[in-house]
């Protein structure tokens, strides 16, 4: 499948910063990014997603951004909280449908 | 609770045994996917079932096979267990074939071969 990769493993944030939270992907024919949130024990929930002519979307508190140049997404986070604690996987879906997840950074808040 | 059923939650088993991992869609939902997670890895695509019929396929050894019935629940049949295949097995569900977003995951099954 597509190489879908993540900068950082763990990301440590006092409560209250901003997260950022990196990813890159390979397929440049790509036509959804999607960020999820899974939380200890549970499944992947959906964060946000966007469509690859589009540089940025925002959501409550997310914001992702796409640079389709370099090929690399981006998932902020405003105003960290505790529950924000969880590992963030980006995935790419293909023209077929198929998803690649990431292998996942791990948000850990401090309060 | 995204609506998507799995069972069971816990399985520990021998190798060279062979399981079967169920699966409930969210209510209307007609495509499943299967997703196998192992430790510090991310998910990988296993298959995916549209409707009753086999739509997409990843990364899913010949020893695994999965089905979905007229009722639209699936289930995913791992035989002849190796230690590798200890992970977590994850369902996810969505409406038509995809769109973005619209994909509903379990709480997994977590196998482990001993």
């Known amino acids: 499948g597509e190489s879908v990769g993540l900068h950082l493993p763990t990301l440590s944030v006092q409560e209250g910063d901003n997260s950022i939270i990196n990813c890159a992907y390979s397929?440049?024919?790509?036509?959804?990014f999607i960020w999820y949130k899974q939380e200890s024990g549970k499944g992947p929930q959906f964060i946000i997603d966007?469509?690859?002519?589009?540089d940025k979307r925002q959501g409550q508190r997310v914001t992702v951004l796409l640079n389709k140049t370099v090929k690399h997404l981006s998932l902020q986070i405003a105003a960290t909280q505790p529950g924000d604690s969880a590992v963030y996987f980006c995935a790419e879906v293909d023209n077929f449908n198929k998803f690649y997840f990431g292998s996942g950074t791990k948000l850990n808040v401090k309060p | 609770d995204s609506g998507v059923t799995q069972t069971p939650k816990h399985l520990i088993t021998a190798t060279g045994q062979r399981v079967t991992l169920r699966c409930s869609p969210r209510?209307?939902?007609?495509?499943v996917y299967w997703y196998q997670q192992s430790l510090d890895q991310g998910l990988q695509f296993l298959i995916q079932?549209?409707?009753?019929?086999?739509?997409a396929k990843g990364n899913i050894l010949e020893r695994f096979s999965a089905q979905q019935f007229p009722d639209l629940h699936s289930e995913l049949n791992l035989s002849s267990l190796e230690l590798g295949d200890s992970a977590l097995y994850f369902c996810a569900s969505s409406k038509g074939l995809l769109g973005p977003g619209e994909l509903f995951f379990g709480e997994g099954s977590r196998l482990t071969v001993l």
């Open positions: 209510s209307g939902d007609l495509s």
């Open positions: 079932y549209y409707n009753g019929e086999e739509r």
């Open positions: 397929n440049s024919a790509s036509d959804y």
């Open positions: 966007i469509r690859s002519n589009m």
